[in-house]
């Protein structure tokens, strides 16, 4: 089965980027079921990929390989969970964490395919119709690549829906309680909830930047803004600070980051968990007067596309706003963006607005991304999503 590409519109694959638009077909022949790879040709008849294709999506086909002699078959797959597998093992990731993303997506050329590993659990994705179709084959060269028993399925992601794919969540192998699997980050005890957490259970893109705070942390006051489970809470308090309180809307996540507290040698006292919205805590505790040497702002994705773009700025610009106006001076702000829809510039230019209106000089000293594990593809811009500044106030 051929997919015909309208003249002119081989310049992105040209520059090896893995998406194919709806707009850029010209036509396909043969009826090519959800998953079912394709030729993809130019109007010149040149082939220049093998692809996934998917009839329901606006990204109608997603390249396995570039190479029009591969075949597109299980050893195929096997070979990129290899691939993928011994680059983070060249990283050497694993000297200080047992949990860790194995599988990036586009940026690991396994569009659609998202998998990360915590302790002797993985936790899959499959997000677009091609990796559904291979499935299986994917499944059985993880478990024998990762040599792990237990893959559970979190393929719940809200992009499933626009490739048509249904909702699917449990154990794909092996089964055991996976509630709360043990994992440890640069000596730190975290319990993840593989099952019913956020995405695959761990923000395990924060790794370094938790690493960085805990560093910055010494005798300080410290806001952990959009908690989730206390990752950078509790890595401020194991780095010293006076005093730490995190705010998180959901119950589950301070329940969970309670008992991540309680599985590390620290002084609870210091740590208070306010389960409320940020919004409005940020604006009480400006209210009340209080001060903060050291603030996270990690809030969910605002703008997962850029057509949200707009509204995402208000959210972005309102709590940077109250963030700064609650730093003491010379303390730090730590704030992020895994906004895809939002570039780095305009992050930071919202910051930038942010400081201008709270009234305060404010500098950047640090960009902060995510971990090495979740790499970018150079061709694949779009996999920066996650951007963050070190700012400084005064
Ligand atoms: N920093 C965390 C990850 C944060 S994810 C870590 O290192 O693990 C973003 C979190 O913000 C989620 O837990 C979500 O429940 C929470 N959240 C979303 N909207 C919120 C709001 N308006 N107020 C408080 N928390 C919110």
């Given amino acids: 089965m051929v997919l015909y590409l309208k003249k002119g519109r081989e310049r992105s694959l040209k520059r090896r980027h893995p998406w194919i638009f709806s707009g850029a077909i010209e036509r396909v022949t043969g009826e090519p079921a959800p998953g079912e790879t394709v030729e993809v040709r130019d109007s010149s008849g040149q082939v220049l990929a093998l692809a996934a294709y998917s009839p329901a999506s606006q990204i109608r086909a997603r390249v ?14 096997r070979q990129k969970v290899h691939n993928a597998l ?13 949990a860790m993303r194995l599988v990036h997506g586009e940026s690991d050329a396994l ?10 659990v993985l936790v899959a994705q499959f997000l677009s119709a091609g990796a559904e179709r291979w499935r299986e084959a994917l499944l059985d060269a993880l478990a024998e690549e990762a040599g792990c028993e237990a893959i559970f399925e979190r393929s719940d992601a809200e992009v499933r829906k626009l490739e048509g794919l249904e909702p699917r969540i449990g154990f794909a192998r092996g089964n055991r309680n996976a509630s709360r699997c043990p ?5 730190l005890n975290f319990r993840v909830d593989v099952e019913q957490g956020q995405k695959t259970g761990f ?73 409320a919205d940020v919004f409005s805590s940020l604006r009480t505790l400006r209210d009340k007067n209080r001060k903060f040497d050291l603030i996270v702002l990690d809030p969910p994705k605002f703008a997962p596309t850029a057509s949200q773009a707009k509204n995402a700025a208000r959210a ?39 400081a201008l209106d709270a009234g305060v000089q404010a500098k950047v000293i640090e960009r902060l991304g995510a971990a ?21 106030k005064g």
């Fill in 64 to 77: 396995w390989t570039f190479d029009a002699k591969a075949s597109v078959d299980e050893s195929f797959f």
């Fill in 86 to 98: 011994a680059m983070r093992r060249r990283l050497g990731a694993g000297s200080h964490t047992n």
């Fill in 111 to 120: 569009p659609g395919l998202v998998v990360d590993r915590y302790a002797d």
């Fill in 183 to 187: 994992i440890v980050e640069y000596g």
């Fill in 203 to 275: 923000f395990l893109d924060q790794r370094e930047n938790r690493q960085r705070v805990r560093a910055l942390c010494a005798g300080r006051e410290v806001l952990d803004a959009f908690s989730y489970t206390g990752g950078f809470a509790i890595a401020a308090l194991a780095g010293g600070a006076a005093r730490v309180l995190a705010v998180e809307s959901s119950k589950e996540a301070i329940e969970v980051a309670r008992e991540n507290l309680a599985a590390n040698p620290l002084d609870a006292s210091r740590m208070e968990f306010l389960n």
């Fill in 316 to 354: 972005y610009k309102d709590i940077n706003l109250l963030a700064f106006k609650l730093l003491a001076p010379g303390g730090l702000l730590a704030t992020f963006s895994c906004s895809g829809g939002v570039p780095a510039e305009l992050f930071q230019s919202i910051v930038a607005g942010a």
């Fill in 372 to 392: 090495p594990d979740h790499p970018i593809a150079l061709e694949f811009p779009e996999g920066e999503y996650l951007k963050g500044l070190l700012v400084l």
